[in-house]
């Protein structure tokens, strides 16, 4: 009777110890790393907040004509936080507007009228691409091409 109380005793540490050591690599690898689709999913959100924030300061300052800084935004009220990349490993030689893990606000004007307004983040590309050129940017090399391949491979077993 103790030689399986031993032995269960020994396999729920043993399981124990593994799920904190899956745990603890999960949550010590850089986000970059361990979620990119979570990453992306973030920065694509925030770079939707900003691109609306610099509709409205825009759109009060029709001659506005400088470049328009997320941390000027900030301080006008259009923005209730900073809001930046949290990609921690940024390749920044695709998109030279963006510098660091900052956003560039692109906007374009005639009349008065703001035409075109774009954020770009220098790991994930422009906001307005991501449906096409810049969907895996950001992403580790094949990632997209895998996960996809997982999920049909899941959905083919429901046929």
Known sequence: ???????????????????????????????????????????????????????FYLMERPKFGSEVKVSELLRCGYLEKNYHCGYCGARHEGAAEASGHDYAVIYKRSGGEINYIDVVCGAHGYLSRQGDSDKDKGLPEGFVDNYLARVKTRFDMYK
């Open 1 to 55: 009777m103790n030689i399986i109380k031993n032995g269960l005793k020994a396999i729920i540490i043993l399981l124990i110890s593994m799920s904190l050591l899956i745990a603890a690599f999960e949550f010590s690898s850089p986000p970059g790393i361990s979620r990119p689709f979570t990453v992306k999913r973030d920065c694509l959100e925030s770079m939707k907040k900003v691109q609306g924030a610099s509709y």
